[in-house]
């Protein structure tokens, strides 16, 4: 995989988003 498509982006920023929720909540 070179080309990083819109979708993966996305994907991201949504394993990010959780983890950092997951951090607040423990």
Do not use: K, N, Y
């Amino acid at each position: 995989m070179t080309d990083f498509t819109p979708f993966q982006s996305l994907l991201g920023g949504a394993l990010i988003g959780l983890s950092a929720v997951l951090l607040m909540e423990l």
